[in-house]
């Protein structure tokens, strides 16, 4: 089996794993976290959200962490429509990240939209975009399984995709939103992905840790040739359709596999660990990290 050389880990913690904190945690610990994660030499990350914070409390200062990374790094905004493109473009930001769901119920439960509906609202705005430029990233959830809806098929998901790769994306975000995709799963869809997408367009997984199969369909990834994968330091985050289970697989974990694979992620796993410290006594939930968890044994 020949694997990836090298391998990029996409740090999603400051925002996704953050989001669904109770209390709010002070903008100087986010900052610190931040920077430690940098450190770390992590070069790609979701920095902050041009979402509501009506909608979500817990990001709500995104302009002033903005500011204080302005630098050659690749961080990319969050944003859900029109009024946060506006957001964006006037940061003078490069990158950006949008979403849309397969399955219907699930964009009517998140953006008020059918899976239509979604599509017809997010085309101008990626047109405009692309017009100026900007690199758009377009993470696709549920694109294996849906909390309402159950099993996505994977044609589904492709004919989504194929339509935002038309429209000029840069990159694709594949997310396993409960965690219950296995190997077979993820291997028959990227596998048709890898396909019929032009090479040039980024093809990202994204697997939550909810039953612990994050780590096997990474693996199912790079046995066909992917290597881009979203992680979270320390594990944070949570499933909020899986009551009381865990999220996102921990930045930590993936790269010490990766590592002793002899796949090159450029990531200080020491690090990691010492910006985890840094926000862990301000959360609400307990880590999920193998390594983390060894670390203090």
């Known amino acids: 089996m020949v694997y990836p050389k090298q391998a990029t880990l ?30 770390a030499h992590i070069e790609e990350m979701e920095l902050v959200s041009f979402i509501s914070s009506k909608k979500i409390p817990q990001l709500g200062e995104a302009d002033t962490i903005l500011q204080t990374f302005s630098d050659a790094y690749r961080n990319i905004v969050l944003a859900e429509n029109g009024k946060g493109i506006a957001r964006f473009l006037d ?22 939209q ?8 997010l085309t101008p705005l990626i047109s405009l975009l692309k017009e100026k430029n900007k690199a758009v990233r377009l993470n696709i959830s549920t694109a294996f ?11 589904e998901a492709l004919e989504l995709c194929e339509y935002f790769a038309k429209l000029g994306v840069n990159e694709l975000s594949l997310s396993d939103t409960i965690g219950l995709a296995n190997p077979k799963d993820v291997k028959h869809l990227v596998t048709q992905l890898k396909n019929n997408l032009p090479p040039s367009l980024l093809l990202t997984g994204h697997f939550h840790n909810t039953r612990g199969a994050a780590l096997a369909n990474i693996y199912a990834c ?25 999220g996102n697989i921990a930045t930590e974990d993936v790269a010490f596999m990766l590592n002793e694979m002899d796949i090159d992620t450029g990531i200080d796993i020491d690090r990691v660990i010492a910006a985890v410290d840094i926000v862990s006594p301000y959360l609400s939930r307990p880590l999920d990290s193998k390594i983390y968890a060894l670390r203090g044994a």
Do not use: W
């Open 10 to 39: 996409i740090e999603v913690s400051a925002c996704d794993g953050l989001q669904n904190e109770m209390e709010i945690i002070p903008t100087e610990i986010k900052i610190q976290f931040i920077q430690a994660l940098k450190a």
């Open 91 to 112: 940061s003078q930001a490069e990158h950006i990240a949008l979403s849309i769901g397969v399955s219907s119920t699930f964009n009517q439960k998140c953006f008020l």
């Open 114 to 121: 059918t899976t239509e509906e979604r599509i017809k609202a």
């Open 145 to 155: 399984y849906c909390p309402y809806e159950g099993k996505i098929h994977p044609t």
């Open 222 to 246: 790079l046995e066909i040739g992917m290597n881009r994968f979203d992680t979270s330091a320390g594990g944070l985050g949570t499933c909020p359709f899986s009551a009381g289970a865990s």
